[in-house]
């Protein structure tokens, strides 16, 4: 079980979490399908993938050989500071560089939601340690029950349906590798959820 929990754990990692959400918007809300064609989608989609994915994963890898952090997981909560304010960095540049190319609206207010939750979590971490797999789970499943229940999309149903169970998946999986305890995993999952909400809400 430990092997298909570190599966998981890798598979609905934040990052990747975070790119289903915004390619997600993009591929099937009504108006960046008569927005976008297949080609500008897809340049978009890979501008984001390199920025978001692409360059946090170089970073990592350059922290970790340069000895900044233990491990790619970042378990010690002390270390979280600069990766997770790399992070920060990139996401933020994404979004000016999306706003300066006409991409306006929900996929900008997602971004910055998510810039609030990786913000949060370096603020809680100096405290406490938090879920960032249940912070990302939590504000994709916000995402999602905004479009469905708050803009009334119902092409966006089956999505909310898939990232509710990939929200209990993943909490099961940190639990299983014993990363966090329950209270982690709660508090970081309705973090996510109440700041994605309410940023998306006045956005």
Known sequence: MKLLAKVFSVLLHPLFLLNFGLFAVLKYHPYFVSKFYDTHFYSISLFIAINTLVMP???MYLLKRFKFIDDFAISNPKQRLMPYGIVAVLLSFTCYQLYKNEIHGLPIAFMIATVLCVVFNILLNMKFKVSSHAIASGGLV???LF????????????????SVLLAGISGWSRLELKAHSEAQIYI????????V???LSIA
């Open 57 to 59: 994963m170089l970073s």
């Open 188 to 195: 970081g999952f309705l973090s996510g959820l109440t700041i």
């Open 142 to 144: 916000a995402l999602f």
């Open 197 to 199: 909400l309410i940023t």
């Open 147 to 162: 479009l469905t229940v708050i803009k009334h999309l119902s092409v966006f149903n089956g999505l909310l349906i898939g």
